[in-house]
């Protein structure tokens, strides 16, 4: 497959919160507001090799321009080990919904 791209740009602006405390069960909570000024391509056009005519154009999705992202996380302290439980997410969003989960275990010697 020949694909014809157009350029991609987008620039973005963020304001963010983030509420912590020096130390405790609880990570810091951040919150993002995140707003896109400059839109996405279009589309694409494919087309075979040696292909007859200009190909194909595929429409992309309009893309979000105002949306929030939220992380947390909870932190359990045993005798030797510290676990990090962290979750973070996309809220607000109609073209793609991101969710994340992890664990972090720190060991104490």
């Known amino acids: 497959m020949q694909f014809e791209l157009q350029d991609y740009t ?3 602006g963020r304001l963010a919160l983030e509420l912590s405390r020096p130390r405790g069960r ?7 507001y995140v ?6 391509a279009d589309g694409v056009r494919a087309n075979f090799p ?3 005519g200009e190909g194909v ?3 992309y999705a309009p893309g979000d321009q ?3 992202e939220l992380a947390a996380g909870l932190n359990i302290q045993l005798a030797a080990v510290d676990l990090l439980l962290k ?3 996309s809220v607000g969003r ?5 969710q994340a989960f992890g664990l972090e275990i720190r060991g104490r010697f």
Do not use: Y
């Not at 609880?26 to 993002?32: D, K, T, Y």
């Open 10 to 12: 987008r620039v973005q």
């Open 26 to 32: 609880l990570q810091p909570l951040n919150m993002q």
């Open 35 to 40: 707003h896109a000024w400059r839109a996405q």
């Open 50 to 52: 040696g292909g007859v």
């Open 57 to 59: 154009w595929f429409d």
């Open 66 to 68: 105002d949306w929030g």
């Open 87 to 89: 979750a973070e997410s």
């Open 94 to 98: 109609s073209d793609l919904q991101q």
